[in-house]
C-alpha cells in the first residue's frame, strides 16, 4: 500500500466557503459532473520559469486572454479518477500514479510540458484533503477528480505555447448513468470516426470528445446510453465508446478487447480490467473485432456477454446494440455473470472491502 507524496502547495485561505448546512443537503444528491467543492489547485508553467506557483485556493473563474491560445489550437488535456471512502472513514485512490503517466503522455502527443508525478499527486492530495467534507453521502458516491492542463500564452500563431496552467478541481458524484435499466444500450456511429491513425486518439484531450459529441447527442436522442465508434480506415473494427473500453466475453471462456493503439484511449479501468478477468481464469486477448463478427456471435449465442467500463462508470454491462438497418441483444439483454462479479471485485477494491492484492490503493488519510 503506498502513500501519496507531499509537495509544496502554498495554501490560501477561502473568503467564502459554502456552508455546511447548505453544502450537506447538495451532496445528499449530487448527480454527476454537477456540483464542484470550494476549492481547487493551480500551477503555472513558463519556458523560463518551468513549473511554479503552485497554490491551493478558492476555486472560481479562469481569467484568460482573448487570444490565449487554448481557445485556438485547442492545446488542452485531462484527467480523470476517484477519492473513495473506506470503512474507516479514510480516502483512498486507486492507481493515481497511473494517471500521473498518462497524462504525461498526452501532454507529449500535444507539445505541452511534462509534469513532474509528484506534482501532479500532491495536488490531489492536497485538494482531496482538505475538502474532503464534500464526500457524498449517497451510496456508490465518491469525489471525481479533474485533473487538467490549458495553454494559457497570449498568442496568435500555429506553434506550442510558452505559458500554461495545471489545475485540479473536484466534484462529488453519485451515478454515471441515469436510464435505470440494468444493461446501457449503445447506437453505432456508423457515419462519423473518433480517432484516425497518427492521430490524438491515444491522448485524453477535449477535441477528442468533442468529435463524439454529435454521434453521442443522436444516441441519446433515439433512447440509447452510448455511441460505439468503428475504425477510421476500413469502417468495420470496434474500438471503443464515447468514453469507455470494450471488453466481449464468450461461452467458450474467452475475453477479447481490442488492442491498444493510437486510436485507443488506455484505460486505466480497462487494464485493471484485464489483470482481474486473468484471475479469474479467463483465456484474455487483445485482438481486433469487427462489428459483423459482434453480431454474428450474439445472434448465434458464441457471445454471452459485452461490457464497457472507464473511471466514472466502473464496469457497466451492455444489453444492445442498435445500427440503422438492425440491432441485436448479447445474451438476455441484462447483466451478465462475469460483469458483475468484475465489478463486484472492483468497486471492493477501491472501497477497501476486498483485499488489494496489487497495491493499487494509495490512501490518503
Not at 496552467?165 to 457515419?191: Q, T
Not at 440503422?324 to 455473470?337: K, L, V
Request: charged share 25%; hydrophobic share 40%.
Amino acid at each position: 500500500m503506498a502513500d501519496a507524496p507531499e509537495y509544496d502547495i502554498r495554501h490560501i485561505e477561502h473568503p467564502n466557503p459554502v456552508p455546511s448546512a447548505t453544502r450537506e443537503q447538495a451532496i445528499a444528491d449530487p448527480g454527476f459532473g454537477k456540483l464542484f467543492t470550494d476549492h481547487m489547485v493551480r500551477i503555472d508553467w513558463h519556458e523560463d520559469k518551468g513549473w511554479h506557483d503552485a497554490r491551493l485556493m478558492a476555486r472560481g473563474p479562469i481569467e484568460l486572454d482573448p487570444s490565449a491560445s487554448v481557445l485556438h489550437y485547442a492545446q488542452e488535456i485531462f484527467e480523470g479518477l476517484k477519492a473513495y471512502r473506506h470503512a474507516d472513514g479514510s480516502l483512498a485512490l486507486f492507481r493515481p500514479e497511473e494517471n500521473a503517466r498518462r497524462f504525461n503522455r498526452s501532454a507529449a502527443r500535444l507539445a505541452m510540458p511534462d509534469l513532474p508525478e509528484e506534482a501532479f499527486l500532491g495536488a490531489i492530495r492536497a485538494l482531496v484533503l482538505k475538502d474532503r467534507d464534500w464526500f457524498p453521502s449517497v451510496e456508490g458516491g465518491s469525489l471525481y477528480i479533474r485533473p487538467f492542463m490549458i495553454a494559457t500564452e497570449a498568442f496568435l500563431g500555429v506553434r506550442p505555447a510558452k505559458e500554461y496552467a495545471f489545475m485540479v478541481i473536484l466534484s462529488p458524484a453519485g451515478g454515471y448513468f441515469k436510464s435505470g435499466a440494468p444493461a446501457i444500450s449503445i447506437r453505432l456511429g456508423e457515419h462519423y470516426t473518433r480517432a484516425a491513425p497518427g492521430g490524438t486518439g491515444f491522448a485524453k484531450c477535449g477535441g477528442n470528445y468533442a468529435a463524439s459529441l454529435v454521434p453521442q447527442g443522436e444516441a441519446l436522442a433515439s433512447g440509447h446510453d452510448q455511441v460505439v465508434f468503428l475504425d477510421a480506415v476500413e469502417r468495420r473494427w470496434v474500438e471503443e465508446l464515447g468514453g469507455m473500453n470494450l471488453f466481449f466475453v464468450f461461452e467458450d471462456g474467452r475475453m477479447v478487447t481490442p488492442p491498444l493503439g493510437d486510436t485507443i484511449l488506455a484505460g486505466i479501468t480497462r487494464d485493471s480490467i484485464l489483470t482481474l478477468a486473468r484471475e479469474e481464469g479467463l483465456d484474455v486477448v487483445e485482438e481486433r473485432y469487427a462489428i459483423d463478427q459482434w453480431r454474428a456471435d450474439a445472434e448465434s449465442g458464441k457471445l454471452v456477454e459485452t461490457l464497457a467500463c472507464g473511471t466514472a462508470a466502473v464496469v457497466t454491462p451492455v444489453g444492445k446494440v442498435t445500427a440503422e438497418d438492425y440491432s441485436f441483444e448479447i445474451g438476455s439483454g441484462g447483466p451478465g455473470q462475469l460483469t458483475q462479479k468484475l465489478r463486484e471485485r472492483l468497486v471492493g477494491i477501491q472501497t477497501g472491502t476486498v483485499e488489494d492484492r496489487h497495491g493499487w490503493i494509495t490512501k490518503l488519510g
